[in-house]
T-cell receptor
Framework: QKEVEQDPGPLSVPEGAIVSLNCTYSNSAFQYFMWYRQYSRKGPELLMY????GNKEDGRFTAQVDKSSKYISLFIRDSQPSDSATYLC???????????????FGTGTLLAVQP | SQTIHQWPATLVQPVGSPLSLECTVEGTSNPNLYWYRQAAGRGLQLLFYSVGIGQISSEVPQNLSASRPQDRQFILSSKKLLLSDSGFYLCAWSVSLGISYEQYFGPGTRLTVT
């Protein structure tokens, strides 16, 4: 089992829709998660990070962590064509003895928002 | 604010030729530095990791090497490129203190080996 898994998509939605992007994780040692957005042929850009259960909001973006099911989600409200990109989730590598400075990334979900 | 630069942006090289990709970071001191490769439709593969000048950890055995001659400079090299070295190479940095784990990526170099 991969440590961080994402549905690769593509996920196609109409403009204005609410988008839900999801990851599952297997390592419960570090409840610290990041979401990155990567436009085609560009480097990933950090969108949000969260380290607790519940929701964290930033504008149209909400990150949610469900520790009981080992599920993390990114919601995008009022989606725009400019949101079309690949979204990657990540968490630190490590165990209960300590975290490392290395990240484990999901393979990403490709989102297309249709105008 | 911190910025990270990579060059060149694109590169087409024949099999067997050498490679040198450069990454520099501005606006921070003693960062952790990383080289990743992203193959088409695949995730990010960590290649090398550095916590300081001259300190390089290799994640996977391969045809590539890395060096860190200065605090904010990270170089990815190869003596002889293989077709399988084609991909999108990304440099990233993070703070060296263990209080946060976020990594920040450069714009990438797209390498095609022909």
């Amino acid at each position: 089992q991969k440590e961080v898994e994402q549905d690769p998509g593509p996920l196609s939605v109409p403009e204005g829709a609410i988008v839900s992007l999801n990851c599952t994780y297997s390592n419960s040692a570090f409840q610290y998660f990041m979401w990155y957005r990567q436009y085609s042929r560009k480097g990933p850009e950090l969108l949000m990070y969260t380290y607790s259960s519940g929701n964290k909001e930033d504008g149209r973006f909400t990150a949610q962590v469900d520790k009981s099911s080992k599920y993390i989600s990114l919601f995008i409200r009022d989606s725009q064509p400019s949101d079309s990109a690949t979204y990657l989730c990540a968490q630190p590598r490590g165990n209960y003895g300590g975290a490392t400075n290395k990240l484990i990334f999901g393979t990403g979900t490709l989102l297309a928002v249709q105008p | 604010s911190q910025t990270i630069h990579q060059w060149p942006a694109t590169l087409v090289q024949p099999v067997g030729s050498p490679l040198s990709l450069e990454c520099t970071v501005e606006g921070t001191s003693n960062p952790n530095l990383y080289w990743y490769r992203q193959a088409a439709g695949r995730g990010l593969q960590l290649l090398f990791y550095s916590v300081g000048i001259g300190q390089i950890s290799s994640e996977v055995p391969q045809n590539l090497s890395a060096s860190r001659p200065q605090d904010r400079q990270f170089i990815l090299s190869s003596k002889k490129l293989l077709l399988s070295d084609s991909g999108f190479y990304l440099c990233a940095w993070s703070v060296s203190l263990g209080i946060s784990y976020e990594q920040y990526f450069g714009p990438g170099t797209r390498l095609t080996v022909t």
